[in-house]
């Protein structure tokens, strides 16, 4: 009876797909291992490039609101990105930007420190193992004696998936923790009350330090700046109290601190806490007030020892931030 | 036409707001450019504050502060002191230049301090030109 009754209930269709992303997060979603068996029974996948060949021409004939549940990971980096964003966000109900990527730019969205012709010229002509004498660079629209052939544009910006489409949900990581996309997923499956619109899932309220298990003091005093090589872990005092750079205090929870306990600083992949609109600058504005000098002259040699702010303090977030790429 | 710089100005309330108040009570002539926000200390100033002002608009961005000693809640000048040097190291690596962000201290009798401040102010952001981040992000809204 049970049985019958499970049959009876309409499969869910979910779809998975890539924009500029490394291809990670589809892996996150292979990691439920044998609980796949269980995903499977409860939806059926109806488009994942990744896994499964069903082409675009497919996905385009699906009337609209067909799909019930899209990840999509990846950020928007070139006109295909953005058509199958749109093309997604018309056939499907709920969609989630699935992914640091897609919830603010993540490691691609570094590329905003630069322009796109700076890019291509690195790319193509000044790459120590490029041989390009005529400087031939790919174009949107080629003409051969056979017709057209025509490649995505590349834009000159990277930018996280809400700034193309609307999104329903949020759920970051680099990649998400597994255990958090089947606690979402299956609470779509059951059927139980979703949070409401545009709100991060599968992650906590609370930032990493809350989770976090190493040894904290209320007073942190930094009086220099170490990469994480520079410095010999004592593998339970806070990184920030040894003076390594951990992002904890403006991050999300909900990975498990898995860096951490690797004894590896936080890098901030979860994003910010609610509210918080800018990672990084909140994360600024905690570490400068942990420098432990009020001389200008020291708190600038301080300072000094952070190689690169902004690539770190923005790692996973720059396009999603308040200046969202370098001005040219 | 004349460049009209917009600079955004975050004033301590105890200090460099009664400061400015002093100018204008006083009535001392300084530029028209500045537009005051008061903040009840400086260390309440936070970076989004200020990366927020350039990204709506402002061309340079001024922050004012009790003297280093005299904070009204003892170190808050102190913790602005820091996040100042942090961000203008941020700022210069997403294409803004230093100087279009500046922190001084003016106390609450430094009136004249702070109309010359002002003025100074004023000069090295029309030396600078307009700041181009607003631009770039209206023409990055447009792509899509």
Redesign the interface.
Known sequence: MGEDEKNKKPKLKMAVYWGAACGGCCVSVLDVHEKLFDVVAAADLVFWPIALDFKYKDLKAMPDGYIDLTLYNGAIRNSENQHIAMLLRQKTKILVAYGSCAHMGGIPGLANFSTKEQIFDRIYCDTESTENPEKIKPQHIYKVPEGELELPIFYNDVMPLDQVVCVDYYLPGCPPQTERLLEVFMAIVNGSELPSKKTVIGAYEKSQCDECERKKTENKKIKKFYRPWEIEDDGETCFLEQGVICLGPATRGGCGTRCIKGNAPCRGCYGPPPDVSDPGAKMMSAIATMIDANDPEEIENIIEQIEDPAGTFYRFSLPGSILRRKVV | MDFKPTIVSFLCNWCSYTGADLAGTSRMKYAPNIRIIRVMCSGRI???FI??A??EGADGVLICGCH?GDCHYH?GN??C???F???Q??IQ????NKDRLRLDWVSASEGKQFAELADEMTETIKELGPC??KN??EK?DK??
């Not at chain 2, 690596?93 to 803004?96: K, R």
Request: glycine share 4%; charged share 30%; net charge positive.
């Open positions: 936070e970076p989004t990366l927020k350039f990204r280093p170190e102190y913790k002191l820091r996040r040097h942090l961000i190291k941020y690596q997403m294409g803004i181009e981040v770039t992000m990055l792509i899509c």
